[in-house]
């Protein structure tokens, strides 16, 4: 089903809540809405296959912006909020966009992309203004509530994250299917997680991220209700699962260590009795912390392995976890491959790179023909590859190490930053962490990290010892950093994620600056 189903039979059931302000969007309102704003792109040209941007905030019109696009048979790309004009604005440029939705809250921001946009000749602003934009309120009022005929459901064109280099965009042929038939995520909501009509999912993360927007889709065509927050504070997303009694959700491994370090006190102010289901992906989740979790919360936290690419989707309950910890899961989609740097098949418990073959499934990174082809086996190219490195367990289940491009070798020993990473981030001290190698005349390369410390938390040499001692008493010697700097904030890429790639070049060319200058 799809939202206009429900409105047709809860036309008051809320299909967003906005946690902050309390705001609620009704079916009846999302409905019809979404339908107004797909009138209107209809009429100003937006054909089956053009492509709508949103850049926004978590705001109270972002899922009917989304829904318009669906039903329109259009592709819709999330873009994040807090890129500059030039980084966001080549996103838009670069998806092709022939529309564009903002809100006040960044119209200057906005404003300043329309000169590099000549192609997106819609452009809708909500709650302000902005020169270039139209008040979105007074577009959509002049279209009727009316669908748009004819045409097959829409898709996502989202930008993937990679390691190196601008975001590339995401294009999968459009579903042969209509909205009404729904989407692949629903599906798995309903079959794995037990959705329905009375859930209600709470949505801690941005929605310009392909996991958020696609569950609380998939809220809509169950029926339930999305409780969006408009950023992640650890005890307050503990205290919406009380206020609304949430029963679903999904998070990050970071969002699991920022409520684990929450006092026991404040921990135990909230009823959580209400979850039936959480899951996590995003980021390989430190043994500990997902282990403290489930003695916490209870076998309730599931964690999928997937992507924007959509080549593969692994799943992995709490049962299943505890006797295979560190795992991702067993494939449901797609078969794994893992592969030596010639494309050789590796047996199990041997890492390599992890590659996926799922029938049907294809995709490209747009404009990109060189990235898309480095994504294909060298000897299956119906084989594809995120760049990930992994082993498969003799009872194949699959084990995440890192990215191709962040394993350090030292001594002639495959180090995997993620571990490193996951043990650094535990210590009170530490808000977030990157781990790299570096250039070693003897080892070939050497372990660094870079700390954001907590809040409150001086970057000093003191605690660097301290971290270096912590880290020695939970993994081996040969991985423990060489080196810790501090730095008040790490850099993001265009998704939000660590700027590993960038961070790591900044310190290489201070490297070679150093040698040039010592010469």
């Given at each position: ?12 059931r ?5 946690a902050g ?35 926004a905030?978590n ?8 829904w318009?696009?669906i039903?329109s ?21 670069n ?33 302000g ?35 190196t ?39 801690p ?68 009795s ?13 043994a500990?912390?997902?282990?403290a ?35 991702v ?14 494309g050789?098949?590796?047996?199990p ?32 190219p ?9 082993y ?42 990157a781990?790299?190698?570096l ?8 372990v ?13 040499p ?15 010697g ?32 201070r ?9």
């Amino acid at each position: 089903m799809y939202p206009g189903t429900h409105a047709a039979m809860a036309p008051d059931r809320a299909a967003v809540i906005m946690a902050g302000s309390g705001e609620v969007l009704t079916y009846r309102e999302l409905n019809e809405r979404s339908m107004r704003l797909a009138q209107l792109l209809a009429a100003n040209g937006l054909a089956e296959g053009d492509r709508v941007s949103i850049f926004a905030e978590n705001h109270i019109r972002y899922l009917e912006v989304y829904w318009a696009a669906i039903r329109s048979g259009l592709y819709v790309t999330g873009v994040n909020w807090h890129l500059t004009a030039a980084e966001a604005g080549y996103i838009v440029a670069n998806s092709g966009a022939k529309a564009l939705f903002t809100t006040g809250a960044i119209a200057a921001t906005a404003e300043r992309m329309v000169p590099g946009l000549p192609e997106c000749r819609v452009r809708l602003i909500a709650g302000g203004t902005a020169e270039g934009f139209e008040p979105y309120e007074e577009a959509i009022a002049g279209y009727p509530a009316e669908e748009v005929t004819g045409r097959r459901r829409g898709d996502v064109l989202l930008y993937s994250s990679g390691t190196t280099g601008r975001p590339k965009g995401v294009r999968q042929p459009l579903p042969d299917k209509t909205v009404e038939q729904g989407g692949a995520v629903s599906a798995l909501a309903r079959n794995f997680l037990g959705m329905d009509d009375t859930s209600v999912y709470l949505s801690p993360a941005p929605l310009y991220h392909a996991a958020p927007l696609g569950w609380s889709a998939a809220v809509h065509e169950l029926g339930g209700t999305v409780v969006v927050m408009e950023r992640f504070d650890a005890e307050q997303y503990l205290e919406l699962i009380d206020r609304y009694r949430v029963t679903h959700s999904q998070l990050v491994p970071t969002m699991f260590v920022r409520m684990l370090k929450l006092s026991a006190q404040v921990r135990s102010k909230y009823d959580l009795s209400s979850l039936r289901q959480v899951v996590h992906a995003g980021a390989p989740c430190p043994a500990e912390v997902k282990r403290a979790m489930i003695d916490w919360w209870g076998p309730i936290v599931s964690e999928y392995y997937s992507s924007t690419e959509g080549n593969s989707f692994t799943w992995i309950t709490s049962a299943d976890w505890l006797q295979h910890p560190g795992s991702v899961g067993k494939p449901m989609l797609g078969t794994p491959h893992i592969c030596d740097e010639l494309g050789n098949e590796l047996p199990p418990g041997e890492v390599g790179q992890i590659y996926s073959h799922r029938p049907g499934v294809t995709f490209e990174y747009l404009g990109d023909a060189e990235g898309t082809q480095r994504s294909r086996h060298p000897v299956h190219p119906e084989w594809t590859t995120l760049g990930d490195m992994g082993y498969l367990d003799a009872d194949g289940y699959l084990y995440l190490t890192d990215r191709k491009n962040f394993m350090i070798i030292s001594g002639g020993v495959n180090i995997y930053p993620a571990e490193i990473e996951g043990c650094l981030v535990l210590h009170p001290a530490v808000a977030d962490v990157a781990v790299f190698g570096l250039p070693d005349p003897e080892m070939g390369e050497f372990v660094q990290a870079v700390v954001e410390p907590a809040e409150g938390v001086a970057g000093t040499p003191e605690l660097a010892i301290e971290l270096t001692a912590y880290a020695r008493e939970h993994i081996a010697g040969y991985k423990v950093p060489r080196r810790i700097d501090f730095r008040e904030s790490l850099p993001r890429m265009p998704t939000g994620k660590l700027a590993k790639g960038p961070l790591r070049a900044e310190y290489l060319g201070r490297a070679v600056a150093g040698a040039v200058s010592a010469e």
